[in-house]
């Protein structure tokens, strides 16, 4: 089974433009999450999808933010426009199901540099 | 609000030492509680997990057992290997306070294993 795959896997772009941001989560994965590690702190929620609706959005940062998953499947999130704070790695994360035990599976990460 | 605290790096150890990442954590109900591993180059990826009192998850000679009474999932290791040098993050979800989909992390421990 492929696990959770991103694309790109770095990104370097100056102030002022958009970047898109791709995740395919685990085939049958209906969850799907977004989080981002700024300046090697901490991890952070952004959002969170039961397929292609948004359950919980409450991390999203500003309204320079637009995630969707048309479809239930793979999700995008775009930044615009991208700001010199928005740098760091932004990772995506799917599970089956919900609940206490379960598991969240990572990609690998995309890392964004806004110059 | 939830958040997790786990000691600052970077560890430095020579292989075979014992290790300790101390993780304790401040929470609304009655979280679960994960150790996340990151090696170069790679994604996050579970290393052991905990749902209820006095559990202890294991994997691949990692152990960490939750600790309700003092609010701890301390990461333990009896001999590490070169192989281990990663960054350690430890994480919890809690069903009261944004629910079991959106993990709260800690900012990370990078640890160097040295021949």
């Known amino acids: 089974e492929a696990g959770v795959t991103q694309f790109p896997s770095h990104s370097v772009i100056e102030k002022g433009q958009t970047v898109t941001l791709r995740c395919d989560p685990i085939?049958?994965?209906?969850?799907l999450y977004w989080y981002r590690r700024v300046m090697g702190k901490e991890i952070k929620f952004l959002l969170h999808?039961?397929?292609?609706?948004?359950?919980?959005e409450s991390g999203m940062p500003n309204n320079r933010f637009l995630a969707e998953r048309t479809g239930g499947t793979y999700s995008t999130l775009k930044v615009q426009p991208a700001e010199l704070e928005d740098s760091g790695v932004y990772f995506c994360?799917?599970?089956?199901?919900?609940?206490?035990?379960?598991?969240?599976?990572f990609g690998p990460g995309t890392r964004l540099l806004v110059l | 609000g939830n958040s997790v605290t786990q000691m600052e790096g970077p560890v430095t150890l020579s292989e075979e030492a014992f290790l300790t990442i101390n993780c304790t954590y401040t929470?609304?109900?009655?979280?679960?509680l994960f150790w996340y591993v990151q090696y170069p180059g790679e994604g996050l990826q579970l290393l052991l997990k905990a749902t209820k009192a006095d559990d202890k998850g294991s994997n691949k000679g990692f152990e960490a057992t939750y600790r309700k009474e003092t609010t701890s999932f301390h990461l333990e290791k009896g001999s590490v290997q070169v192989s281990d040098s990663a960054v350690y993050f430890c994480?919890?979800?809690?069903?009261?306070?944004?629910?079991?989909?959106?993990?709260?992390f800690g900012a990370g421990t990078r640890l160097a294993v040295h021949p």
């Open positions: 999808f039961v397929k292609e609706s948004k359950q919980d």
């Open positions: 994360a799917s599970t089956r199901g919900q609940g206490r035990a379960e598991t969240q599976y």
């Open positions: 929470a609304t109900g009655y979280p679960s």
């Open positions: 085939s049958g994965h209906d969850n």
């Open positions: 994480a919890l979800s809690d069903l009261l306070s944004g629910g079991y989909n959106k993990l709260i």
